[in-house]
Nanobody, 121 residues
Framework: QLVQSGGGLVQAGGSLGLSCAASGRIFSSAAMGWFRQAPGKEREFVAGIRWGGGRTYYADSVKGRFTISRDTAKNTVYLQMNSLKPEDTAVYYC????????????????WGQGTQVTVSS
């Protein structure tokens, strides 16, 4: 299972961090990703990371503001969110992709419980 922590309420321009810890080993062939879903909207990709090698991928909307990283020893993936905007408000989910592809969302077979991130203007 994937257990998320972090998130919360922050003013625009502020920062928040999310963590996602896997209960078991994440294999080097896998990828981890962060998605988000705002009310009334589809779940959208935010960032992804290849577990082996650490190559990262970002949605254009968060590039330069968000950073995905991993700790392979702890089987944990992180999302550092800076310069937050009200439009970043959503429930954030981490997921595991066994195939190693960070997109599409159907590649993911395991999801975290979701964490609310609210950015006030």
């Amino acid at each position: 299972q994937l257990v998320q922590s972090g998130g919360g309420l922050v003013q625009a321009g502020g920062s928040l961090g999310l963590s996602c810890a896997a209960s078991g080993r994440i294999f080097s062939s896998a990828a981890m990703g962060w998605f988000r879903q705002a009310p009334g909207k589809e779940r959208e990709f935010v960032a992804g990371i290849r577990w082996g090698g650490g190559r990262t991928y970002y949605a254009d909307s968060v590039k330069g503001r968000f950073t995905i990283s991993r700790d392979t020893a702890k089987n944990t993936v992180y999302l550092q969110m800076n310069s937050l905007k009200p439009e970043d408000t959503a429930v954030y989910y981490c997921g595991r992709s066994r195939s190693g592809y960070t997109l599409p969302a159907t590649e993911y077979d395991l999801w975290g419980q979701g964490t609310q991130v609210t950015v006030s203007s």
